[in-house]
């Protein structure tokens, strides 16, 4: 039977042992490239990846050339902004389709509402005095520019030593985070372009993140969300050990992720997972998962 979440093409190992499910590119606000990111997969033994980056696919297809001569399963993917009963969130689909019209067109819409807002910010930085200069940050040109693409644009130019300062200057400047999808709406998205829909990193509690509670999660699955990203670096074992016995509990995917942002950024360091830890999803995936013996 074909399996509708990996194309043909993909090469699939015989037997998984060893994934990591969430990682960001360039094309959204990672460091991950074609170059570097198979590489140090298959230095680790890791054989399946998802490329999430934020509200964006482009950035697959190529992933997914560049991995398969390392024998390398890249799972069509995409973190996705949301908001549950007002409160924001972000989450996973696995295994959508990169095709699907109603997907694209979404994600152009998110593309072009941060493309306006940030040219009209690089108006503004220049008029106070902070001009970017393109040449030292190639990202800001197009229109594709986004809010992190400004953050590493301010570091790059001198005028901030660091992420949190850079942060403000763009606030300042008029740009902010605000574009997201009501998480019913993403879901049907998600299921319309044949994937599944996980919530990521469910127990982050720091500043701009808020945990999801038993009482949110009940009201995420009658929304129909498919699985919880129960691993990642940010959660504690307690965190762990909670999202995982909730989404046993109630027959969810399980899934397990690094959110990598690049080599060497710490916490968040590239991870070869377990297969066995997230089977169900990876078995939904059309991957055969390898037992406690092999």
């Not at 990846?49 to 993917?77: K, N, S």
Request: include cysteine; aromatic fraction near 8%.
């Amino acid at each position: 039977m074909s399996n509708p979440f990996l194309p043909p093409a993909l090469p699939r190992p015989r037997l998984v042992h060893w994934v990591d499910l969430h990682m960001h590119s360039p094309v959204s606000d990672g460091f991950w490239t074609t170059e570097t990111l198979p590489p140090a997969a298959r230095a680790l033994g890791i054989q399946v990846l998802a490329l999430a980056d934020h509200d964006e696919v482009v950035g697959v297809p190529a992933m997914i050339a560049a991995c398969r001569p390392y024998g390398i399963t890249v799972i069509p993917a995409v973190e996705i902004s949301i908001f549950f009963q007002t409160v924001g969130y972000h989450m996973l689909a696995y295994g959508v389709d990169l095709g699907n019209a109603a997907l694209l067109d979404t994600f152009n819409r998110g593309r072009a509402y941060y493309n306006t807002m940030c040219h009209a910010a690089i108006d503004e930085l220049a008029h106070r005095g902070q001009p970017l200069d393109p040449a030292k940050s190639p990202q800001i040109l197009g229109d594709a520019v986004k809010i992190y693409h400004l953050v590493a644009a301010l570091i790059e130019n001198g005028y901030a030593a660091n992420m949190s300062q850079a942060y403000g200057l763009v606030n300042q400047a008029g740009a902010h985070y605000g574009w997201s999808l009501p998480m019913e709406e993403a879901i049907a998205l998600v299921h319309g372009a044949g994937g599944v829909a996980v919530i990521a990193h469910p127990g982050r509690a720091e500043p701009g993140f808020t945990a999801a509670t038993a009482a949110a999660l009940d009201g995420m699955r009658a929304a129909g969300l498919d699985g919880i990203e129960c691993f990642h670096p940010y959660h504690t074992a307690t965190n762990v050990a909670f999202y995982e016995s909730y989404a046993q509990h109630h027959g969810m995917l399980i899934s397990c992720g690094s959110d990598t942002h690049g080599p060497g950024q710490s916490p968040r360091m590239l991870t070869a997972w377990p297969a066995a830890d997230c089977r169900a999803l990876l078995e939904r995936c059309g991957l055969t998962v390898a037992g406690e013996d092999c």
